[in-house]
């Protein structure tokens, strides 16, 4: 296991188990998600599901016809509601919003060129792409290439209150299947910022944590949870989840 650990004002390298580690105390604020932080899932070319799957809070699909968006009713819970462009949504639950819509895709965008634009990032090219089994503390974490999760990968807040994590990823992110991303410490999954550049896969009966900003495709695999926020600009593909913010 890699435990990476950084500090804008003080780096201490430690030997812990054998591993190299450097203690940090990181300073971002979190990503601005604007009139999208009412979304739990949110794209612009449709959702589609395998039923049965759960969405905690309100999902929507715009400039693309609600047609394109597949949960039944019954899948999204809690407070939730069902947005369109039109009254091609499913019924009866579907709500007619295009304004709203609008608005709330642009602020997703926004979110995901201010995750992109932070610069003086903490580490950079962490495993050559490769970060199961790390531990990442809070900061700002940078890839060139695409990122993998093919173990367990731990977020550790060391105790700080709202502790924040932007990962910005050119490559794709792909996280293996059974495998967690797995918090510690006080770390909140609505303080993890995910930008990837290509597409993003969670694989089956994973457990993800974060907010996703994904410049194109979303595909949670079967029986996956995720505990965040699914922004894509193009569609997001659900197979019997459970994805709550």
Same mark, same amino acid.
């Given at each position: 296991?890699?435990?990476?650990?950084?500090?804008?004002?003080?780096?201490?390298?430690?030997?812990?188990? +054998?591993?190299?580690?450097?203690?940090?105390?990181?300073?971002?604020?979190?990503?601005?998600?604007?009139?999208?932080?009412?979304? $739990?899932?949110?794209?612009?070319?449709?959702? $589609?599901?395998?039923?049965?799957?759960?969405?905690? +809070?309100?999902?929507?699909?715009?400039?693309?016809? /609600?047609?394109?968006?597949?949960?039944?009713?019954?899948?999204?819970?809690?407070?939730?509601? !069902?947005?369109?462009?039109?009254?091609? +949504?499913?019924?009866?639950?579907?709500?007619?919003?295009?304004?709203?819509?609008?608005?709330?895709?642009?602020?997703?965008?926004?979110?995901?060129?201010?995750?992109? +634009?932070?610069?003086?990032?903490?580490?950079?090219?962490?495993?050559?792409?490769?970060?199961? /089994?790390?531990?990442?503390?809070?900061?700002?974490?940078?890839?060139?290439?695409?990122?993998?999760?093919?173990?367990?990968?731990?977020?550790?807040? /060391?105790?700080?209150?709202?502790? !924040?994590?932007?990962?910005?990823? &050119? /490559?794709?992110?792909?996280? &293996?299947?059974?495998?967690?991303?797995?918090?510690?410490?006080? &770390?909140?999954?609505?303080?993890?910022?995910?930008?990837?550049?290509?597409?993003?896969?969670?694989?089956?009966?994973?457990?993800?944590?974060?907010?996703?900003?994904?410049? $194109?495709?979303?595909?949670?695999?079967?029986?996956?949870?995720?505990?965040?926020?699914?922004?894509?600009?193009?569609?997001?593909?659900?197979?019997?989840?459970?994805?709550?913010?």
């Amino acid at each position: 296991m890699n435990i990476i650990k950084n500090s804008k004002k003080i780096l201490l390298p430690l030997l812990i188990g +054998g591993l190299f580690a450097t203690n940090v105390m990181a300073d971002q604020h979190p990503v601005n998600l604007g009139s999208a932080s009412n979304f $739990t899932i949110l794209t612009k070319t449709g959702i $589609t599901d395998v039923y049965p799957s759960v969405v905690t +809070g309100s999902v929507g699909t715009s400039p693309i016809t /609600g047609a394109a968006l597949l949960l039944e009713c019954n899948e999204v819970v809690g407070d939730g509601k !069902v947005f369109t462009v039109d009254a091609a +949504g499913p019924l009866p639950c579907a709500v007619t919003d295009p304004s709203g819509l609008t608005g709330a895709i642009g602020a997703m965008e926004d979110a995901y060129r201010d995750a992109a +634009g932070r610069t003086n990032p903490d580490t950079t090219e962490i495993g050559a792409g490769e970060i199961g /089994g790390s531990t990442f503390a809070p900061g700002l974490h940078k890839w060139s290439s695409t990122v993998s999760i093919s173990t367990d990968l731990t977020l550790d807040a /060391g105790g700080v209150d709202d502790a !924040v994590w932007i990962f910005q990823i &050119a /490559g794709d992110l792909l996280q &293996a299947s059974s495998r967690s991303v797995i918090l510690a410490r006080g &770390a909140k999954a609505e303080n993890i910022f995910w930008q990837v550049a290509g597409g993003v896969t969670i694989g089956t009966g994973a457990s993800f944590q974060g907010v996703i900003l994904s410049k $194109t495709l979303i595909a949670v695999n079967t029986n996956a949870s995720v505990k965040g926020r699914l922004f894509a600009q193009t569609a997001v593909t659900l197979q019997k989840n459970t994805v709550t913010p």
